[in-house]
């Protein structure tokens, strides 16, 4: 008999509208947490890890995965202080082997962890989801935060269709846009001025897509041998969206990226965080071909679903609906368990947590992070665990 996938569910700590209790109700055993009110780049000491641990294990729940522990700028762009950050970093890989906390989550992406032009569009049930609108984000980056090299990144079709969109809005809608892009800070719900943010993006004019790839290997490469002796387990995030924008290099948007990343450091240390919705917002990656191929390496799953437009656009959809096959996806996971039961491994129940929720019900009476509603990640998880639950009986019980 095959384990089930572990159920999970972010919760985002005791400031998050989804309390503990509420999470009890979904069903979810294990909870995906991180300290964000411990600033990028510091150690997360002892006393404040067992405190989050205690309060999570009071409510009933097992914390089962970090997300995150972030990356310092100084790592990714090379900086004077990134050998101190990264000995900063393996300390707090030390506390949390120590309290028995062992998967790791992270991402490498510059600046902004994800970026979405409408945080409330309004689905035709009427339920609210998370878009990435390709004009919007076009006429933000050409004509508001009007970044130099920008008109040489866009098609003179997608710049028309950009000014197009800029036209139409009001100031309040040209502000809402200007907030909701500004909005993707790690951990938090602070959004970034746009001076700061020009400030942020100054930070990497030097570091390109090889350049990052070489940092990403370098931290990498420093980590791993200890993460391999404390028996943690580090995941990174694929890019969100999957391909770059204001002109920041993306490193982790496709299988020839993923292959880049567990082979920067071959350990069984190093591996990948399976997000379904991330890497499904580019046509050209196969999914259930990236199980089949590199499932061996996942540590954690991230499954949702988006909407693809032709334009570049996306949306969240429901998720067992949009452009991924999130049948086949779940029935290579299952096989990919098999291969590992078969193997004598021990991490055959992989963490699962469902993404990026609809607003649904009661759901739009709480001031939620963007895609963190709990009814919508209930229906989700729902929706997993049925799907889940089928395939396995179809190719086990036939």
């Known amino acids: 008999m095959i384990p089930d996938l572990e159920q999970t569910f972010r919760w985002y700590g005791p400031n998050d509208a989804v309390t503990l209790a509420a999470i009890r109700h979904t069903g979810a055993t294990g909870i995906v947490n991180a300290l964000h009110n411990i600033p990028s780049g510091e150690v997360w000491s002892t006393e404040e890890i067992k405190k989050r641990k205690d309060m999570i294990e009071a409510a009933g729940f ?56 409408d945080i409330d569009y309004r689905l035709p049930n009427g339920a609210s989801a998370l878009r990435f609108h390709a004009p919007a984000l076009a006429a933000f980056d050409l004509y508001i935060l009007e970044r130099p090299g920008a008109f040489d990144e866009f098609t003179p079709q997608q710049q028309h269709a950009a000014k197009e969109y800029l036209d139409r809005l009001t100031k309040e809608e040209k502000q809402l846009l200007i907030t909701n892009v500004m909005a993707g800070l790690p951990g938090t719900r602070d959004v970034l001025t746009i001076d700061q943010f020009k400030t942020f993006l100054n930070r990497y004019e030097n570091t390109d897509a090889a350049a990052l790839k070489e940092n990403m290997a370098y931290f990498l490469q420093a980590i791993i041998p200890d993460a391999e002796k404390l028996g943690i387990k580090m995941c990174v995030h694929p890019d969100d969206p999957p391909f770059p924008i204001f002109g920041l290099p993306r490193i982790v948007s496709t299988e020839e990226d993923l292959n880049d990343v567990v082979n920067a450091a071959p350990s069984t240390s190093n591996g990948l965080t399976f997000c379904t919705g991330s890497l499904g917002a580019r046509a050209d990656n196969d999914l ?30 429901n998720h067992l609906e949009g452009s991924t096959d999130m049948f086949a996806v779940m029935k290579n996971l299952v096989l990919e368990q098999k291969k590992r039961q078969e193997a004598g491994r ?34 989700g998880l729902a ?10 009986r179809s190719l086990f019980d036939a």
């Open 62 to 117: 097992t914390w089962s995965v970090v997300e995150s522990v972030n990356v310092h700028d100084s790592i990714k762009t090379a900086g004077e202080q990134r050998d101190q950050h990264i000995k900063n970093y393996i300390e707090t890989l030390k506390n949390l082997s120590a309290a028995g906390i062992k998967t790791v989550c992270y991402n490498f992406m510059p600046v902004l962890d994800w970026t979405r032009t």
């Open 288 to 317: 259930p071909g990236i199980v089949e191929r590199l499932g061996q390496h996942f540590h954690f799953l991230h499954l949702r679903n988006v909407k693809r437009e032709a334009d570049g656009s996306f949306y969240e959809d």
């Open 346 to 379: 021990t991490d055959i129940a992989i963490p699962m947590r469902p993404d990026h929720g609809h607003k649904l019900l009661d759901d739009f009476n709480y001031d939620t992070f963007p895609g963190y509603s709990v009814i919508g990640r209930l229906k």
């Open 383 to 392: 929706e997993l665990r049925g799907l889940e639950m089928g395939v396995k």
